[in-house]
């Protein structure tokens, strides 16, 4: 089968491997689509990732397809199943597994970093991963590429939990990015009252015209966001504000903007090296401003994801700006990377 995979900074290689068996307690899935991360492009560009990855491997974590092959004793599973998978795995076991925040656990593995991953026709999927319950049924009416986007919607949704993004809240999302416009739709269907988008990119805003969920946009390279912000407020900031840029100038802002008493999320994470972020730390002190960091998902994130999904009330597909053959990979990612498109989805087998 053909797999896409990584030896090393830059270094990717559509190779044809033996398809994989499904271990005891396992499964094989055909992959019918899997969406290019930000991670993906990162991870390509330095040739692996500060968490650890095991090269070469195979890339691509946000994954839909079919049940392919059942490993021996593997349940609920049928053949021909439409299935979409988290991606990591946690282990169940220790403090902040039994805590409940899966995300957080101290002995977490994922496909693409230490599993082969689903730029590839077939996925095998770990026991470990299984027993996790990181394998989901999809919903009817929905497509592969619309499903394999659950995973990073799931990670925007832990983010908004930590924040309480709720009813009548002004949210702003500094980053027009697919992830920072997946805040935004999250935001509204969480009930907010405002949804604010900002971007030193105006090719980026320009892609989020299409999106009625968001109420006022910010050329961040022409006008000064934060009074942007207090201007569309009367003065009073954002209840919440989440940077989804790799930006340290935007996360200043973001306490700058925030609303006395406001939930500043630090969502998108630096570049190694340049993650040391200098704050007027009495802003948040007089302001009484609650600063946190997001990190992955959870189990039942990803499957609220996917109840919002089939309910209507996140419709993923205006994300996806472009589908393309596993053979095309070059051309896909050089789209995901160039800010001119949202989530690019590759379909391996066609
Ligand atoms: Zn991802
Ligand atoms: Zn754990």
């Given at each position: ?19 994989p068996e499904a271990e005891p307690g396992g499964l094989v899935v ?39 092959g059942i490993g021996e004793g593997t349940?609920?599973f ?37 599993y ?8 095998a999927v770990p026991p470990r991963h299984v027993a996790?319950?990181?394998v ?215």
């Amino acid at each position: 089968m053909q797999a896409l995979r990584l030896y090393g900074a830059s270094d990717l290689r559509l190779e044809d491997i033996p398809v994989p068996e499904a271990e005891p307690g396992g499964l094989v899935v055909k992959v019918e689509a899997c969406a290019i991360c930000g991670s993906d492009l990162r991870n390509v560009r330095a040739g692996g990732s500060s968490h650890g990855m095991d090269l070469p491997i195979t890339i691509g974590h946000e994954i839909a397809g079919t049940v392919h092959g059942i490993g021996e004793g593997t349940e609920g599973f049928e053949p021909g199943q439409r299935v979409v998978l988290a991606t990591i795995t946690p282990c169940g076991q220790c403090i902040n597994c039994l805590r409940g925040i899966q995300n957080q656990c101290d002995r977490k593995t994922a496909i693409s970093y230490q599993y082969d991953g689903g730029f590839a026709e077939f996925v095998a999927v770990p026991p470990r991963h299984v027993a996790a319950g990181g394998v989901f049924p999809m919903p009817e009416g929905l497509s592969f590429a619309e499903v394999s986007i659950t995973e990073p919607f799931s990670c925007a949704l832990n983010g908004q939990e930590l924040s309480r993004v709720g009813l009548g809240d002004v949210v702003c999302v500094m980053g027009a990015g697919p992830v920072g416009l997946m805040h935004c739709l999250l935001a509204r269907a969480r009930g907010a009252a405002k949804v604010f988008l900002a971007d030193v990119a105006p090719a980026r805003l320009e892609l989020s015209r299409d999106f009625p969920e968001i109420d006022n946009r910010v050329d961040a390279s022409r006008e000064d966001p934060v009074e942007r912000v207090l201007h569309w407020t009367g003065g009073v900031g954002a209840d919440v504000v989440i940077t989804a840029a790799p930006s340290g100038k935007a996360q200043v802002q973001a306490t700058r903007m925030a609303a006395k008493r406001g939930r500043v999320n630090l969502f998108g994470g630096l570049p190694k090296g340049e993650s040391e972020t200098v704050f007027d730390s009495n802003v948040i002190h007089y302001k009484e401003l609650f600063v946190h960091g997001a990190s992955d998902s959870t189990v039942p994130q990803m499957m609220t994801i996917l109840d919002l999904m089939a309910s209507g009330q996140l419709r993923p597909g205006r994300l996806i700006t472009g589908i393309l053959p596993l053979s095309r990979f070059r051309e896909g990612f050089e789209l995901a990377a160039s800010g001119n498109a949202l989530k690019v989805v590759l379909e391996p087998g066609k």
